[in-house]
């Protein structure tokens, strides 16, 4: 959830570290802060509780300027977002250190240290870091090998930057389990979390792999790897401007959002799993507590946001053995409702000022809600600020109306928490271990997907003079049906509707023909064989089918069906899978009728009124 920048240049990098620092804010945080080193290199430091923009003043005020230095956001895990537990973290006027990640074994080393003599300022993991490299310096090693000393030992995720007053020329990192990148100007260099945040001084990057770690210096980059042995790591151009929230190469946000979400879940586990288990303190300060006493989970959200808490259902008392209800947010807000004991009210939204999500929320506590969590994009929201615990899904800007990377991420999250509710309920070591496994694959088997995309488009022309379509589902793929039913009606304006498929002779049967399109989706689960019964039931009434299917369960198109076969996935994650597909379906069919794709007729992206 932090974000860090550093910069050594020859000019004041005070503009540049600001300026990165307000590029991470969608990240999510609740405090900043900035460690320069002054012209007699000696440190200064600023950092406050709150957003970048009081910092900025902050420093503005006292005329802080340097040609080196490193600065931070942070959200907090351990300690409050006060002042104190703000980074960057100092040793007796020595080193400072910005970090990213969770130190596990904190409160060992800790304990260590106040024997020797060092006094703790802050209630943080990560001052365990700066102490343990400035022992390291004191001893005689330069700040690279200290550095490289200091990490050894450490457990957890971690990427830090370090400055050190007795070798203002330089700039260390290190990196494990959480990313870092070096970013490389003309008589100057950069570090961040992100590429988003040096898009505005460069386009050229290194990005540091697990293990590594790096001294930066004006004209000099020296990068080492696990072991202690030098190594060149690549370089490579970021084809994103400055300006990350413009389409770029896409025809339209949508299709550019669709394909960033490799990258949003990546950014939503980032830092969170560790080893094949979660990093539980990565969720909050409260989020032990809270969770301990969960014995139940209420789902309020809208839109594709519900679709989303829907597919949790299944997982929440499949995996974890936690009893869930799932409401719409407008309709849950008007109604006399008992609340168990022990329940936990988690509410989704991807701006987090959806009003009826909201109205939830701040009506919780009457109800008889205990705790509340929230699950968002957006890190300024008033869902954030008002819930007692939030997971931020790290998608970035999200400009098309028709939402995507943000569904995904928040399943993602999502499963993050089935897995710490999990640990209280039924979900075993090994499983844990499986499913976080399962979670670190989706990137490139959402990459995988995408591959489709041509397929796909060539199988919209088939739909593009429909008038309205049947999607289906089974099991937590009734949801995925739902979303795939909301994405082609939203922006395309054909009538859709979504089924589980068992109900399809209860009913909505009576609808099809050959003008009626049935989407079907395929996992090979438990379900399989029953929901071809089912959509045997369609061909026989003359209708026209479209089945996205799991290769594994071995369908072969014929006529009036129409396979397209998807890689193998496990049960678990598959309803994240299976809905890339229908996303592009959707987003093709809308471009073939020249629909406005990204703000479709009467739909707005953030719904702040009833």
Known sequence: MCGIVAAIAERDVMPILLEGLKRLEYRGYDSAGVAVLDEQACLARVRLPGKVAVLEQAVQQQGLRSK????????????????????????????????????????????????????????????VVVHRIHDQHQQGKD???????????????????????????????ARRGTPLIIGLGLGENYAASDMAALLPVTRRFIILQEGDTASIERE?????????????????????????????????????????????????LEGRIAKGRLLEESLGISAG???????????????????????????????????????????FRYRSSVVAPGSLLVLISQSGETADTLAVLRDAKRRGYQHTLAICNVAESSLVREADLVLMTRAGPEIGVASTKAFTTQLTALMLLVIALGRRGKLSDAMEQQLVSELESLPRRVEKILELDAIIAELSEQLVDKQHALFLGRGPHYPIAMEGALKLKEISYIHAEAYPAGELKHGPLALVDEQMPVIAVAPNNALLEKLKSNLHEVKARGGKLYVFADSAARWESADDLQVLAMESVEESISPIIF?????????????????DVDQPRNLAKSVTVE
């Open 68 to 127: 080196i230095g490193i600065a931070h956001t942070r959200w907090a895990t351990h300690g409050l977002p006060v002042e104190k537990n703000a980074h960057p973290h100092i040793c007796r006027d020595a080193v400072a250190m910005v970090h990213n990640g969770i130190i596990e074994n904190h409160e060992q080393l800790r304990s260590e240290q106040k024997l020797s003599g060092h006094i703790f300022t802050s209630d943080t993991d990560s001052e």
């Open 220 to 268: 000099r980059i020296q990068i080492f790897d696990a072991s202690g042995t030098a190594v060149e790591r690549p370089v490579s151009e970021s084809q994103l401007s400055a300006d990350a929230v413009l389409r770029g190469e896409y025809r339209h946000f949508m299709l550019k959002e669709i394909y960033e979400q490799p990258q949003a879940i990546a950014d939503t």
């Open 289 to 331: 507590a809270i969770l301990d006493a969960t014995r139940r989970v209420d789902i309020v959200s809208c839109g594709t946001s519900y679709h989303a808490g829907q597919v949790a259902r299944y997982w929440l008392e499949g995996l974890a053995g936690i009893a869930c209800q799932v409401e719409v947010a407008s309709e």
């Open 579 to 595: 809905t890339i597909p229908l996303q592009l379906l959707a987003y093709h069919v809308a471009v073939l009728k020249g629909t």
């Open 143 to 173: 700040l690279l090998a200290a550095v490289q000393a200091a990490v050894i030992n450490l457990e957890g995720a971690y990427a830090i930057a370090v400055i050190s007053a007795r070798e203002p020329q330089r700039i260390v990192l």
